[in-house]
Protein backbone atom coordinates (compact mmCIF):
# COMPACT_ATOMS: atom_id res chain seq x y z
CA UNK A 1 0.00 0.00 0.00
CA UNK A 2 1.31 3.71 -0.08
CA UNK A 3 1.31 7.20 -2.09
CA UNK A 4 -1.91 8.33 -2.79
CA UNK A 5 -3.51 12.18 -3.08
CA UNK A 6 -5.99 14.18 -1.42
CA UNK A 7 -8.80 15.43 -3.86
CA UNK A 8 -11.90 17.21 -1.83
CA UNK A 9 -14.32 16.12 -4.37
CA UNK A 10 -17.11 17.06 -2.08
CA UNK A 11 -16.80 20.38 -3.36
CA UNK A 12 -15.09 19.48 -5.97
CA UNK A 13 -11.97 22.44 -5.09
CA UNK A 14 -9.10 21.45 -4.41
CA UNK A 15 -8.67 21.81 -0.38
CA UNK A 16 -6.29 25.36 0.38
CA UNK A 17 -4.78 24.05 4.04
CA UNK A 18 -1.35 23.71 4.74
CA UNK A 19 -0.20 23.26 1.20
CA UNK A 20 2.71 24.65 -0.29
CA UNK A 21 2.03 25.31 -3.44
CA UNK A 22 5.45 26.23 -5.80
CA UNK A 23 6.64 25.54 -9.75
CA UNK A 24 10.09 25.91 -9.56
CA UNK A 25 11.68 22.69 -10.53
CA UNK A 26 14.49 21.61 -8.29
CA UNK A 27 17.83 20.90 -10.55
CA UNK A 28 18.77 17.77 -9.61
CA UNK A 29 22.60 17.85 -8.49
CA UNK A 30 23.25 14.61 -11.20
CA UNK A 31 22.95 16.68 -14.72
CA UNK A 32 22.47 13.03 -16.56
CA UNK A 33 19.02 12.72 -13.87
CA UNK A 34 16.53 13.73 -16.30
CA UNK A 35 12.73 13.63 -14.52
CA UNK A 36 9.71 13.13 -16.19
CA UNK A 37 8.21 16.78 -16.74
CA UNK A 38 5.03 16.67 -14.28
CA UNK A 39 2.16 19.44 -13.47
CA UNK A 40 3.62 21.57 -10.93
CA UNK A 41 3.04 21.16 -6.88
CA UNK A 42 -0.27 22.32 -5.95
CA UNK A 43 -2.49 21.90 -3.12
CA UNK A 44 -4.27 18.13 -4.98
CA UNK A 45 -1.39 16.38 -3.35
CA UNK A 46 -1.79 18.16 -0.04
CA UNK A 47 -4.94 18.54 1.81
CA UNK A 48 -5.44 16.92 5.36
CA UNK A 49 -7.32 13.76 5.58
CA UNK A 50 -10.93 13.19 6.50
CA UNK A 51 -11.46 14.63 10.22
CA UNK A 52 -11.06 11.39 12.12
CA UNK A 53 -13.88 13.03 14.63
CA UNK A 54 -16.42 11.54 12.27
CA UNK A 55 -15.35 8.19 11.47
CA UNK A 56 -18.45 5.56 10.89
CA UNK A 57 -17.59 2.06 11.89
CA UNK A 58 -19.51 -1.24 10.99
CA UNK A 59 -21.69 -0.34 7.81
CA UNK A 60 -22.38 -3.45 6.25
CA UNK A 61 -25.88 -4.61 7.04
CA UNK A 62 -25.67 -8.57 8.59
CA UNK A 63 -27.57 -10.00 5.60
CA UNK A 64 -24.08 -8.47 3.32
CA UNK A 65 -21.82 -10.16 6.15
CA UNK A 66 -23.24 -13.39 5.04
CA UNK A 67 -22.94 -12.86 1.06
CA UNK A 68 -19.32 -12.39 2.09
CA UNK A 69 -19.02 -16.19 4.22
CA UNK A 70 -21.15 -17.60 1.13
CA UNK A 71 -18.29 -15.98 -1.31
CA UNK A 72 -15.70 -17.62 0.48
CA UNK A 73 -15.79 -20.71 -1.77
CA UNK A 74 -15.01 -18.21 -4.16
CA UNK A 75 -12.43 -16.61 -2.81
CA UNK A 76 -10.11 -19.79 -2.39
CA UNK A 77 -10.80 -20.39 -5.95
CA UNK A 78 -10.25 -16.71 -7.62
CA UNK A 79 -8.86 -15.20 -4.75
CA UNK A 80 -6.04 -17.40 -3.39
CA UNK A 81 -4.13 -17.55 -6.51
CA UNK A 82 -2.93 -14.28 -7.01
CA UNK A 83 -0.56 -15.57 -4.52
CA UNK A 84 2.81 -16.90 -4.95
CA UNK A 85 3.81 -19.84 -3.30
CA UNK A 86 6.89 -18.95 -0.69
CA UNK A 87 9.66 -20.61 -2.62
CA UNK A 88 8.69 -18.61 -5.77
CA UNK A 89 8.61 -15.47 -3.94
CA UNK A 90 11.80 -12.94 -4.18
CA UNK A 91 13.19 -11.89 -1.02
CA UNK A 92 15.50 -9.30 0.22
CA UNK A 93 18.26 -10.81 1.15
CA UNK A 94 17.86 -11.48 -3.16
CA UNK A 95 18.83 -7.77 -3.68
CA UNK A 96 21.00 -6.75 -1.04
CA UNK A 97 24.83 -7.31 0.46
CA UNK A 98 25.60 -10.75 0.97
CA UNK A 99 26.81 -10.89 4.79
CA UNK A 100 27.58 -14.31 4.30
CA UNK A 101 30.43 -13.43 2.09
CA UNK A 102 34.15 -13.29 3.37
CA UNK A 103 33.83 -9.86 5.49
CA UNK A 104 35.79 -7.86 2.11
CA UNK A 105 33.81 -9.47 -0.35
CA UNK A 106 30.73 -8.03 1.27
CA UNK A 107 31.88 -4.72 1.80
CA UNK A 108 32.98 -4.31 -1.82
CA UNK A 109 29.22 -4.93 -2.18
CA UNK A 110 28.20 -2.21 0.46
CA UNK A 111 30.31 0.10 -1.49
CA UNK A 112 29.18 -0.45 -5.02
CA UNK A 113 25.71 0.14 -3.23
CA UNK A 114 26.81 3.16 -1.94
CA UNK A 115 28.72 4.01 -5.50
CA UNK A 116 25.46 3.67 -6.96
CA UNK A 117 23.41 5.21 -4.76
CA UNK A 118 25.54 8.58 -4.91
CA UNK A 119 24.67 10.05 -7.86
CA UNK A 120 20.92 10.58 -6.86
CA UNK A 121 18.96 13.30 -5.72
CA UNK A 122 18.18 14.47 -2.70
CA UNK A 123 14.83 14.38 -3.21
CA UNK A 124 14.69 11.42 -4.69
CA UNK A 125 15.59 10.06 -1.58
CA UNK A 126 12.27 12.03 0.13
CA UNK A 127 10.32 10.33 -2.09
CA UNK A 128 11.75 6.68 -1.41
CA UNK A 129 11.53 7.13 2.02
CA UNK A 130 7.84 7.99 2.23
CA UNK A 131 7.03 5.14 0.51
CA UNK A 132 9.33 2.85 2.35
CA UNK A 133 7.80 4.51 5.42
CA UNK A 134 4.64 3.96 4.07
CA UNK A 135 4.66 0.25 3.83
CA UNK A 136 6.54 0.13 7.49
CA UNK A 137 3.03 0.87 8.71
CA UNK A 138 2.02 -2.45 7.37
CA UNK A 139 0.68 -3.48 11.12
CA UNK A 140 -1.53 -0.99 10.48
CA UNK A 141 -3.23 -2.28 7.04
CA UNK A 142 -3.64 -5.75 7.92
CA UNK A 143 -5.65 -4.42 11.41
CA UNK A 144 -7.42 -2.48 8.65
CA UNK A 145 -8.13 -5.44 6.44
CA UNK A 146 -8.82 -7.63 9.31
CA UNK A 147 -11.18 -5.22 10.42
CA UNK A 148 -13.66 -5.75 7.83
CA UNK A 149 -17.00 -7.73 9.21
CA UNK A 150 -17.34 -10.26 6.84
CA UNK A 151 -14.08 -11.40 5.86
CA UNK A 152 -11.85 -10.83 9.29
CA UNK A 153 -9.67 -13.36 10.94
CA UNK A 154 -11.64 -14.26 13.99
CA UNK A 155 -8.78 -16.26 15.33
CA UNK A 156 -5.25 -14.88 14.02
CA UNK A 157 -4.98 -18.00 12.23
CA UNK A 158 -8.42 -19.39 10.74
CA UNK A 159 -9.03 -21.54 7.65
CA UNK A 160 -11.24 -19.27 6.06
CA UNK A 161 -10.19 -18.07 2.21
CA UNK A 162 -10.18 -14.67 3.16
CA UNK A 163 -8.37 -15.22 6.75
CA UNK A 164 -6.02 -16.76 4.64
CA UNK A 165 -5.40 -14.01 1.72
CA UNK A 166 -5.28 -11.09 4.21
CA UNK A 167 -1.99 -13.15 6.27
CA UNK A 168 -0.52 -14.21 3.12
CA UNK A 169 -0.78 -10.76 1.32
CA UNK A 170 0.69 -9.31 4.61
CA UNK A 171 3.31 -11.77 4.81
CA UNK A 172 3.63 -10.54 1.08
CA UNK A 173 4.05 -7.36 1.76
CA UNK A 174 6.16 -6.98 4.32
CA UNK A 175 9.11 -7.75 1.93
CA UNK A 176 8.69 -4.36 0.62
CA UNK A 177 8.86 -2.50 3.63
CA UNK A 178 12.66 -4.91 5.02
CA UNK A 179 14.22 -4.51 1.22
CA UNK A 180 13.64 -0.65 1.25
CA UNK A 181 14.74 -0.06 4.99
CA UNK A 182 17.55 -2.38 4.34
CA UNK A 183 18.49 -0.70 1.54
CA UNK A 184 18.15 2.93 2.19
CA UNK A 185 20.44 2.15 5.23
CA UNK A 186 23.05 1.01 3.54
CA UNK A 187 23.20 3.78 1.38
CA UNK A 188 24.07 6.35 4.13
CA UNK A 189 22.18 8.59 2.34
CA UNK A 190 19.77 9.15 4.66
CA UNK A 191 18.62 9.60 8.37
CA UNK A 192 17.70 6.17 9.90
CA UNK A 193 17.07 7.67 13.60
CA UNK A 194 14.00 10.30 12.11
CA UNK A 195 13.06 7.80 9.73
CA UNK A 196 12.54 5.18 12.40
CA UNK A 197 11.18 7.63 14.59
CA UNK A 198 8.42 8.59 12.08
CA UNK A 199 7.76 4.97 11.31
CA UNK A 200 6.98 4.49 15.04
CA UNK A 201 4.79 7.57 15.14
CA UNK A 202 2.58 6.41 12.21
CA UNK A 203 2.03 3.03 13.57
CA UNK A 204 0.96 4.66 16.48
CA UNK A 205 -1.29 7.03 14.33
CA UNK A 206 -2.93 4.30 12.57
CA UNK A 207 -4.88 5.70 9.35
CA UNK A 208 -8.22 6.69 8.73
CA UNK A 209 -9.44 5.09 5.01
CA UNK A 210 -13.36 5.58 5.68
CA UNK A 211 -13.79 2.39 4.98
CA UNK A 212 -16.33 1.62 8.00
CA UNK A 213 -15.37 -1.64 8.39
CA UNK A 214 -16.94 -2.43 5.12
CA UNK A 215 -15.58 -4.95 2.85
CA UNK A 216 -17.17 -3.22 -0.42
CA UNK A 217 -15.24 0.13 0.45
CA UNK A 218 -12.53 -2.01 2.06
CA UNK A 219 -11.87 -3.68 -1.29
CA UNK A 220 -12.47 -0.57 -3.47
CA UNK A 221 -9.96 1.08 -1.08
CA UNK A 222 -7.51 -1.86 -1.39
CA UNK A 223 -7.89 -2.25 -5.68
CA UNK A 224 -7.17 1.48 -5.28
CA UNK A 225 -4.56 1.51 -3.75
CA UNK A 226 -2.79 -1.28 -4.57
CA UNK A 227 -2.71 0.20 -8.32
CA UNK A 228 -1.32 3.58 -6.88
CA UNK A 229 2.10 1.59 -5.38
CA UNK A 230 2.25 -0.26 -8.31
CA UNK A 231 2.30 3.43 -10.00
CA UNK A 232 4.62 5.23 -7.27
CA UNK A 233 7.41 2.41 -7.23
CA UNK A 234 7.63 1.48 -11.10
CA UNK A 235 8.39 5.47 -11.24
CA UNK A 236 10.95 5.45 -8.42
CA UNK A 237 12.48 2.29 -10.61
CA UNK A 238 12.15 4.62 -13.35
CA UNK A 239 14.23 7.44 -11.56
CA UNK A 240 16.77 4.90 -10.04
CA UNK A 241 17.73 3.74 -13.25
CA UNK A 242 18.02 7.47 -14.91
CA UNK A 243 20.15 8.22 -12.02
CA UNK A 244 22.26 5.59 -11.93
CA UNK A 245 21.55 2.95 -9.67
CA UNK A 246 20.02 0.01 -11.97
CA UNK A 247 19.73 -2.37 -8.59
CA UNK A 248 17.64 -0.10 -6.95
CA UNK A 249 15.52 0.09 -10.19
CA UNK A 250 15.23 -3.67 -10.25
CA UNK A 251 13.93 -3.76 -6.37
CA UNK A 252 11.73 -0.88 -7.36
CA UNK A 253 10.29 -2.58 -10.13
CA UNK A 254 10.37 -6.00 -8.90
CA UNK A 255 7.84 -4.63 -5.68
CA UNK A 256 6.03 -2.66 -8.32
CA UNK A 257 4.95 -6.21 -9.72
CA UNK A 258 3.93 -7.24 -6.88
CA UNK A 259 1.43 -4.84 -5.85
CA UNK A 260 0.45 -4.97 -9.70
CA UNK A 261 -0.52 -8.38 -8.83
CA UNK A 262 -2.35 -7.30 -5.24
CA UNK A 263 -4.47 -5.23 -7.50
CA UNK A 264 -5.79 -7.60 -10.14
CA UNK A 265 -6.93 -9.56 -6.47
CA UNK A 266 -8.28 -6.94 -4.96
CA UNK A 267 -9.97 -5.37 -8.43
CA UNK A 268 -11.41 -8.98 -8.87
CA UNK A 269 -13.64 -8.91 -5.56
CA UNK A 270 -15.05 -5.82 -6.68
CA UNK A 271 -15.99 -7.52 -10.13
CA UNK A 272 -17.63 -10.32 -8.06
CA UNK A 273 -19.42 -7.91 -5.87
CA UNK A 274 -20.07 -5.73 -8.99
CA UNK A 275 -21.61 -9.08 -10.37
CA UNK A 276 -23.92 -10.46 -7.36
CA UNK A 277 -25.01 -6.79 -6.00
CA UNK A 278 -24.18 -4.38 -8.67
CA UNK A 279 -26.18 -1.51 -7.23
CA UNK A 280 -24.82 -1.97 -3.25
CA UNK A 281 -21.11 -2.16 -5.25
CA UNK A 282 -21.26 0.75 -7.64
CA UNK A 283 -22.73 2.80 -4.57
CA UNK A 284 -19.62 1.62 -2.45
CA UNK A 285 -17.41 2.79 -5.77
CA UNK A 286 -18.99 6.09 -5.12
CA UNK A 287 -18.96 6.56 -1.93
CA UNK A 288 -15.10 6.09 -1.31
CA UNK A 289 -14.41 8.21 -4.77
CA UNK A 290 -16.11 10.67 -3.09
CA UNK A 291 -14.40 10.53 0.35
CA UNK A 292 -11.61 10.29 -1.69
CA UNK A 293 -8.63 7.87 -1.30
CA UNK A 294 -6.72 8.96 1.50
CA UNK A 295 -3.24 7.96 1.46
CA UNK A 296 -2.32 5.09 4.11
CA UNK A 297 0.20 7.44 5.80
CA UNK A 298 -1.40 10.45 6.19
CA UNK A 299 -0.87 10.78 9.37
CA UNK A 300 2.74 10.54 9.42
CA UNK A 301 5.03 12.32 11.62
CA UNK A 302 8.60 12.61 12.46
CA UNK A 303 8.61 14.32 15.67
CA UNK A 304 9.54 18.10 14.11
CA UNK A 305 7.30 18.71 10.77
CA UNK A 306 3.58 18.58 11.30
CA UNK A 307 2.77 18.57 7.49
CA UNK A 308 5.20 16.56 7.05
CA UNK A 309 2.97 14.04 4.68
CA UNK A 310 2.52 16.97 3.06
CA UNK A 311 5.55 17.82 2.24
CA UNK A 312 6.72 14.50 0.84
CA UNK A 313 3.58 14.04 -1.19
CA UNK A 314 4.46 17.27 -3.12
CA UNK A 315 7.77 16.32 -3.49
CA UNK A 316 6.51 12.94 -4.88
CA UNK A 317 4.31 14.91 -7.36
CA UNK A 318 6.63 17.23 -8.27
CA UNK A 319 9.25 15.01 -9.55
CA UNK A 320 7.17 12.44 -11.27
CA UNK A 321 6.64 10.02 -8.48
CA UNK A 322 2.80 9.88 -7.92
CA UNK A 323 0.68 12.84 -9.44
CA UNK A 324 -2.59 14.33 -9.62
CA UNK A 325 -3.04 12.92 -13.06
CA UNK A 326 -2.11 9.65 -11.48
CA UNK A 327 -4.86 9.94 -9.85
CA UNK A 328 -7.03 10.66 -12.45
CA UNK A 329 -5.70 7.80 -14.72
CA UNK A 330 -6.07 4.87 -11.83
CA UNK A 331 -9.48 5.82 -11.83
CA UNK A 332 -10.23 5.62 -15.19
CA UNK A 333 -7.75 2.52 -15.18
CA UNK A 334 -10.49 1.15 -12.77
CA UNK A 335 -13.65 2.35 -14.62
CA UNK A 336 -12.54 0.35 -17.98
CA UNK A 337 -11.19 -2.87 -15.33
CA UNK A 338 -15.05 -2.89 -13.56
CA UNK A 339 -16.90 -1.71 -17.09
CA UNK A 340 -18.59 0.96 -14.86
CA UNK A 341 -19.84 2.99 -17.72
CA UNK A 342 -21.45 0.23 -19.20
CA UNK A 343 -23.41 -1.87 -16.03
CA UNK A 344 -27.24 -1.98 -16.50
CA UNK A 345 -29.76 -2.29 -14.04
CA UNK A 346 -28.63 0.13 -11.07
CA UNK A 347 -31.64 1.31 -9.09
CA UNK A 348 -31.58 4.72 -8.41
CA UNK A 349 -28.72 5.08 -6.12
CA UNK A 350 -26.22 3.19 -7.93
CA UNK A 351 -27.10 4.85 -10.95
CA UNK A 352 -26.50 8.12 -9.46
CA UNK A 353 -23.27 6.96 -8.16
CA UNK A 354 -22.19 5.70 -11.38
CA UNK A 355 -22.76 9.12 -13.38
CA UNK A 356 -20.64 11.04 -10.56
CA UNK A 357 -17.90 8.35 -10.87
CA UNK A 358 -17.82 7.59 -14.68
CA UNK A 359 -17.69 12.19 -14.95
CA UNK A 360 -15.00 12.50 -12.29
CA UNK A 361 -11.52 11.85 -14.19
CA UNK A 362 -11.69 14.83 -15.99
CA UNK A 363 -13.02 17.40 -13.49
CA UNK A 364 -10.10 16.16 -11.23
CA UNK A 365 -8.14 17.02 -14.49
CA UNK A 366 -9.44 20.08 -15.17
CA UNK A 367 -9.12 21.37 -11.44
CA UNK A 368 -5.43 20.30 -11.55
CA UNK A 369 -5.03 22.24 -14.37
CA UNK A 370 -6.60 25.79 -12.89
CA UNK A 371 -4.70 24.71 -9.15
CA UNK A 372 -1.24 24.28 -11.18
CA UNK A 373 -1.71 27.74 -13.15
CA UNK A 374 -2.38 29.32 -9.56
CA UNK A 375 0.46 27.47 -7.88
CA UNK A 376 2.54 29.19 -10.88
CA UNK A 377 1.71 32.48 -9.56
CA UNK A 378 3.41 31.73 -6.20
CA UNK A 379 7.03 32.27 -4.74
CA UNK A 380 8.75 29.14 -4.56
CA UNK A 381 9.00 27.21 -1.57
CA UNK A 382 11.67 24.64 0.04
CA UNK A 383 11.28 22.26 3.12
CA UNK A 384 13.79 20.86 5.19
CA UNK A 385 13.42 17.24 5.59
CA UNK A 386 14.74 15.43 8.76
CA UNK A 387 15.03 12.01 7.04
CA UNK A 388 17.78 13.72 4.60
CA UNK A 389 19.96 15.52 7.21
CA UNK A 390 17.55 18.55 7.46
CA UNK A 391 18.74 19.18 3.56
CA UNK A 392 16.13 21.56 1.75
CA UNK A 393 14.45 20.27 -1.14
CA UNK A 394 11.99 22.62 -3.45
CA UNK A 395 8.51 21.39 -2.85
FE1 LIG B 1 0.54 -3.20 -1.62
FE1 LIG C 1 3.78 -2.79 -0.73
Given at each position: ???????????L??????????????????????????????????????????????????????????????????????????????????????S???E???????????????????E???????????????????????????????????????????????????????L??????????????????????????????????????????????????????????R??????????????????S????????????????????????????????????????????????????????????????????D???????????????????????????Q????????????????????????????????W????????
Amino acid sequence: MQTSLYIDTKTLAWPSLGHTPTHHRLTPPNPTIKFRSTPTVSAVATASPPPLTRQKAHSLPPEKVELFKSLEGWAEQHVLPFLKPVDQCWQPSTFLPDSSLPEEEFLDQVRALRDRTGELPDEYFVALVGDMITEDALPTYQTMVNGLDGVKDETGSSPSAWARWNRSWTAEENRHGDLLRTYLYLSGRVDMLKIDRTVQHLIGAGMNPGTENNPYLGFVYTSFQERATFVSHGNTARLAKEGGDPVLARICGTIASDERRHEMAYAKIIEKLLEVDPTGAMVAIGDMMRKKITMPAHLMYDGEDPKIFEHFAAVAQRIGVYTADDYADILEFLIGRWNLEKLEGLAAEGARAQDFVCGLAPRIRRLQERADEQARKMAPQAVKFSWIFNKEVAL
